[in-house]
């Protein structure tokens, strides 16, 4: 457009300059060797714009195709560029919004559009394992990892975290040790590290490793105790599983002090020491916790520990009488206390109390146990009669509330995507 206007400004002032010179008289000589050229000096001025008009277009025509190439190449660049983005911003919103098999298809067309198809094919690999095809997942990581050598961490970290929630916790174990060791200093390894040891009950590693996420400050304080307490607790079962007592008492003897304090890692150590005949160890530790606060599974583990003089042991419990007279598990532990000094006349006492006010199997086997060794085998019997219908009740109830839960988790699942 630009051009036209200029050829016919151009030929405007070519007939503009030849009117105002109509009138005026004068020739234009021009000798060349033994060729003379005569013409008007209007003639000649247009002549010239002419002339430097068709020069001017020539050489603009000839750039142009000059640099056709080099304009072809911007052109096919910047059309690439929009087609990456395209297809890049198309997979990433279908990821979102949960549709995979789109989500992978946009996210592997836009590769051939892209210089860097790294987030292209680590998110792919993320819809492929959401439709359950690993194998693709896997060769789309192979893909990234050919296309960008030097992304070992995003990739490593990538591969780890879809094994993991594959459940391939293993091999994402394997995946990060291999990392670790080649970015020792990188501290979103260590924390993916710290879950995969969480998740295979490597709670050695997980106590070795959560000093340097402390130092770190890579988790908050809160999340470290929790994570102590679950792999000393992990530790205290194991060494009852593998029924090593020494193992079990060295492990809580290693526990520092200051958590030996809480009741959880009190509960596991006792309920694990209760596998074997000494239990003698436990019992001030739970008479410590019971002078200093309520709780019903100590007082129900005060019960089943044997202490060095068992007379001392069910006074003590007797004093927890103020205040708690009523309560079924304290009476359930009274009742067991009474049977080991012989008291069994207390001890059916308590016992019964402990039926009347609220009936656990606990208690029938043990008035039950009591009655056997007063040679009333016929009472006895109906006791375990009751407190294994009561056990039996109790499991299937448990698990109908099972049920229940899971159904309304899928009620509610399906509730979620109908509003979707």
Known sequence: MKLLLLFIATLLLAAAIATYTAGESGYVIITILDWTIQTSSVFFIAALIVIFVLLY?????????????????????????????????????????????????????????????????????????????????????????????????????????????????????????????????????????????????????????????????????????????????????????NANKKQLENVWAGIPKMLRKELHLLEVYTTEKLKFADTEDCEPLLKHVLKACWDVEIVRLYGLVEGKDPAKQLAFAESLQAGHARDP?????????????????????????CIEIYPMPEAYRELAILLERQGDYSAAANYYQKGLTLATAVARHDTVKLLEQAEDEVKFAAGARQVV
């Open 57 to 241: 277009f020539g050489i603009r025509l000839l750039i142009a195709v000059w640099d056709a190439p080099g304009e072809l190449n911007r052109w096919k660049k910047l059309r690439r560029q929009q087609l990456s983005e395209k297809y890049l911003n198309s997979g990433l919103l279908a990821l979102v919004e949960g549709r995979w098999k789109a989500a992978e298809e946009a996210l592997v067309k836009g590769v051939q559009y892209t210089n860097t198809p790294l987030i292209n094919y680590l998110c792919a690999a993320r819809a492929a394992q959401r439709q359950g095809k690993i194998t693709q997942r896997d060769h789309y990581l192979n893909l990234a990892h050919a296309g960008d050598p030097e992304a070992k961490v995003a990739l490593g970290l990538t591969q780890a975290e879809l094994q993991i929630n594959q459940q391939q916790t293993e091999l994402a174990l394997a995946t990060l040790t291999n990392l670790h060791e080649q970015q020792p200093g990188q501290q979103q390894v260590k924390v993916m590290l710290l879950k995969t040891y969480t998740e295979l009950g490597a709670w050695k590693d997980v106590l070795h490793l959560l000093p340097e996420l402390e130092r770190a400050k890579l988790l908050p304080k809160e999340n470290i105790m929790a994570t102590q307490l679950q792999a000393y607790a992990g530790l205290l079962r194991e060494a009852g599983s």
């Open 329 to 353: 598990v304290l009476l359930l532990t009274l009742g067991r206390l009474s049977m080991r000094n012989s008291l069994w006349g207390k001890a059916a006492t308590y016992l019964k109390e």
